[in-house]
Nanobody
Framework: QVELVESGGGLVQAGGSLRLSCAAS????????MGWYRRAPGKQRELVAT???????NYLDSVKGRFTISRDNAKNTVYLQMNSLKPEDTAVYYC??????????????WGQGTQVTVSS
């Protein structure tokens, strides 16, 4: 199987920055797209940003220009650099990976989530 371990969440004041990391490990043959989702209290989960293995990116409109997703394919790791944070960015952030395992099965995998809290 594939395990995703996130790190980098925390408490920051509005206007500040945080960098999230997510490392994938396990029986990995290849990781296709990776991404970050978030779920704020009382709201549905939403896609924040995705990146393909080739580096193509996609962002939620409200984070464009403030957040940057990147990945290190050699390390099976994805990052989310979050700048100019706003209180409305407060949520649990989840890493996602579309992975092909060593057994040639393809599934979606999720991290355990990391809390990001932005104070006003």
């Amino acid at each position: 199987q594939v395990e995703l371990v996130e790190s980098g969440g925390g408490l920051v004041q509005a206007g500040g920055s945080l960098r999230l990391s997510c490392a994938a490990s396990g029986s990995i043959f290849r990781i296709m797209a990776m991404g970050w989702y978030r779920r704020a209290p009382g709201k549905q989960r939403e896609l924040v940003a995705t990146i393909t293995s080739g580096g193509s990116t996609n962002y939620l409109d409200s984070v464009k220009g403030r957040f940057t997703i990147s990945r290190d394919n050699a390390k099976n790791t994805v990052y989310l650099q979050m700048n100019s944070l706003k209180p409305e960015d407060t949520a649990v952030y989840y890493c996602n990976a579309d992975a092909v395992t060593s057994y040639y099965t393809r599934e979606q995998y999720w991290g355990q989530g990391t809390q990001v809290t932005v104070s006003s």
